[in-house]
């Protein structure tokens, strides 16, 4: 996986909230039995998302959690830099070695510079409201 199961998670909440109106918003609990995500998790998950401003979070009876930018402003890159998954893409080794660089490259360097460049690319023009489809698109499969 190129990036953490707490991002995979933070990905998949924001896009589910890009999906609610912009007064609405989402209890903790529910949103982890939508998405099938570990209450424990996404609440750590969820305050850290509220830290980074990505998510406002009320509390009280009628409060929850919702999206506090704008989704077709914010990048799949952008998430993975504010939850620190941006080193298994652009520093780390794909065999694991601790020093792989042009000079001393590993067996798959070329390869996995040119599919990391993809990727990067592919994630800095991805935005929370292209997830917010694929989120819509996987919980309508789910249902059936």
């Known amino acids: 996986m190129l990036y953490q199961q ?6 998949e909440a924001l896009g ?8 609405e918003s989402i209890k903790a609990r ?15 998950v969820l305050s850290q998302l509220v830290r980074k401003r990505f998510v406002s979070s009320t509390k009280g009876p009628n409060g929850g959690f919702a ?3 704008d989704p077709g402003s ?6 993975m830099a504010a939850t620190d ?5 652009e520093d780390e080794c ?21 599919f990391k460049e993809r990727v990067v690319e592919q994630a800095q023009s991805l935005t929370i409201l292209d997830i917010s489809k694929i989120v819509t698109a996987k919980l309508q499969l789910s249902n059936k």
């Open 94 to 114: 794909v065999m694991g070695l601790h020093s792989c660089t042009s000079a001393a490259p590993c067996a798959f360097h070329e390869s996995w510079m040119k």
């Open 30 to 44: 529910t949103l982890a039995q939508t998405l099938d995500i570990p209450e424990p998790f996404l609440a750590k």
């Open 74 to 79: 914010v990048t799949l890159y952008r998430i």
């Open 67 to 69: 999206l506090a930018v």
């Open 16 to 23: 589910y909230l890009a999906t609610l109106a912009p007064s």
């Open 85 to 89: 998954s941006l080193a298994a893409l």
């Open 6 to 11: 707490s991002t995979a998670y933070a990905i």
